[in-house]
């Protein structure tokens, strides 16, 4: 599997492999890696049935990966990275009524849905830099969520120096204490005046910078991570097959704040999985919203409101 850049303007494009991807984070153009193909899991849906979620895992992601991994090597990395969580299925199914279900995604060390993916991110990083006898610090935003996941999967990893830019009372105090108090040494949360979309500025500023990309090896975990995508397709997959797929049709409504979390499960659906829908969940920060109704990406200020990690206006 090969990946390149969405601004590459080439015939031929630049590819990389998903090692440097996921080392690398963003493009060095500015734009994002996403793979040459997708990958199809349409004939392998039924086969799903009944797998732990760490087997899927594996299955899910060495479809992107490629050889990145020696034979066994991802699926230990895969039931490392789940074996912390508080439930045996990692994301379970709660049934609301005949035809809704609730997928838990609170079920991992911090709480937060994007346990999911950064776990198995972390660990992945880990067996790729000692692959490539490589450092890397990683450079990330976050309005709540990304940080404290961030954090708890990359800490105490050798390999590995974290720095995380949260805006100053703009997140809720369980994740900044979360991010604050974590005792790795190789981790450093910042807080920044200003908002989330003030935090990604500085991040992409600091990815523009080719000079300094290349003296400290910036890496990145946010959604702008193709790998992060990758593992949080995973879920999507799980739970359509726990529902009927092939044979039924899902529909997922996504609480949606910098767009990451439903865009994979678009990127699901265009693997093969059989969703119907993909709804955006939004606050009074509608960027999305506002964007798929009218086709402008328009700014506006951000409100704070009772749900921080949703308070975006850069999608």
């Known amino acids: 599997m ?14 990389r492999s998903f090692a440097e991807v996921l080392i690398a984070g963003l493009a060095e153009d500015g734009g994002l890696y996403v793979p040459e193909r997708m990958p199809a899991i349409a004939s392998d849906i039924s086969g799903f049935a009944g797998l732990p979620y760490a087997e899927l895992a594996c299955r899910i992601v060495s479809l992107f990966a490629g050889d990145t991994f020696p034979p066994g090597e991802l699926q230990q990395l895969a039931v490392a990275a789940y ?13 609301v009524d005949e035809s809704l279900w609730l997928l838990e ?9 994007k346990d999911l993916a950064l776990q198995l991110v972390g660990l992945m990083f880990d067996a790729v830099l000692a692959h490539r006898c490589e450092h890397v610090t990683v450079i990330g935003a976050t309005s709540g969520d990304t940080g404290s996941a961030a954090i708890e999967a990359c800490g105490k990893r050798s390999a590995i120096d974290i720095f995380i830019l949260y805006p100053h009372q703009r997140i809720s105090e369980v994740q900044r204490r979360q991010m604050t108090t974590a005792e790795a040494p190789n981790t450093h949360a910042i ?11 500085l991040v992409k500023a600091l990815f523009a910078d080719a000079g300094l990309r290349n003296e400290l090896n910036l890496s990145a975990v946010n959604s702008i991570n193709w790998a992060r995508i990758a593992a949080q397709t995973i879920y999507y997959v799980a739970a359509g097959v ?12 996504v609480p949606t704040g910098n767009f990451g979390n439903v865009y994979a499960g678009h990127i699901a659906r265009q693997m093969g999985l059989p969703i119907d829908r993909l709804v955006i ?8 919203a506002r964007y798929f109704a ?10 704070p409101s009772l749900s921080p990690s949703m308070d975006i206006q850069v999608s």
């Open 294 to 303: 009218s086709g402008r990406m328009a700014l506006a200020a951000v409100e």
């Open 281 to 288: 969940g939004t606050n009074r920060n509608d960027i999305l």
């Open 83 to 95: 074996r912390s969580f508080r439930h045996a299925a990692v994301a379970p199914l709660v049934q």
């Open 105 to 113: 995604l609170f079920h991992g060390p911090t709480l937060a849905f």
């Open 191 to 201: 807080a920044i005046e200003g908002t989330f979309d003030d935090c990604q500025d």
């Open 2 to 15: 090969r990946y390149l850049s969405t601004r590459d303007p080439r015939a031929e494009p630049l590819t």
């Open 242 to 253: 726990a529902l009927g797929a092939p044979e039924r049709l899902v529909s997922f409504a």
